[in-house]
């Protein structure tokens, strides 16, 4: 069964920690995505990444890293730097461009 | 912010109803998509218009397209309880390179 798996589904990080949230896919897509959802406020970009060993900065992308190292993995970092982390987070690939996007069921990140 | 506005944010209906969200854009757009999303879930594909289209249809959901207004309508009809959702429309600009998101629809189903 083809799909997005993110890891994990609750992650809690203390005061000057560094989290790594997964998402790995099994479609074959080439380009995956970071997104950030607060309450009533919709999905906001973090990264996105078009081809393996790519990747470019969304809307808010201060206090986060990326990498793209193999086609079907996209982890993302939420640094120290990240002042404000507690959030919904969501994983979601496409076969690149305007296409649509296929999402994991996110990891929901809270401050200890 | 290029970001869509959902109205109304929150629609509370009988099953059997219809249930109609609408979505205004700012930019001109290559493409709109509808997503719904369940409580603590991630977004389900729903349906894709293209901006030279007026109109599509996918089971009981319809969606329109005005591009002269930068609006589009999503409508599901007869409603069921398991229709109960966040809808979410998402626009990808003529000169951008990423889908922007609107707040959302909060849709509510009563049996």
């Known amino acids: 069964d083809g799909g997005i798996t993110q890891s994990p589904k609750y992650l809690f990080r203390k005061e000057g920690q560094n989290v790594t949230l997964s998402c790995e896919q099994n479609?074959?897509?080439?380009?995956m995505y970071w997104y950030r959802q607060d309450p009533g406020q919709g999905l906001r970009l973090i990264y996105y990444s078009q081809i393996v060993n790519d990747f470019q900065k969304g809307d808010i992308a201060e206090g986060y890293s990326v990498s793209r190292e193999k086609k079907e993995s996209f982890p993302l970092t939420v640094t120290s730097a990240q002042k404000n982390p507690t959030a919904f987070y969501l994983c979601?690939?496409?076969?690149?461009?305007?296409?649509?996007?296929?999402f994991g069921d996110g990891t929901r990140l809270s401050i200890l | 912010s290029q970001q869509g506005e959902e109205d109304p944010q929150a629609l509370s209906i009988q099953e059997g109803e219809n249930a109609t969200m609408n979505c205004s854009y700012k930019t001109s757009i290559n493409n709109l998509q509808w997503y719904r999303q369940n409580s603590g879930r991630g977004l389900v594909h729903l349906i894709l218009i293209r901006s030279n289209e007026r109109e599509k249809h996918s089971g009981r959901l319809r969606v329109t397209l005005d591009t002269s207004k930068k609006s589009s309508s999503l409508l599901i009809t007869a409603s069921r309880a398991a229709d109960t959702a966040s809808y979410f429309c998402a626009t990808f600009p003529n000169t951008g390179n990423q889908f922007y998101f609107g707040t959302g629809t909060s849709l509510t189903v009563i049996p």
């Open positions: 979601a690939s496409s076969q690149g461009g305007n296409q649509p996007q296929h």
């Open positions: 479609l074959n897509h080439d380009a």
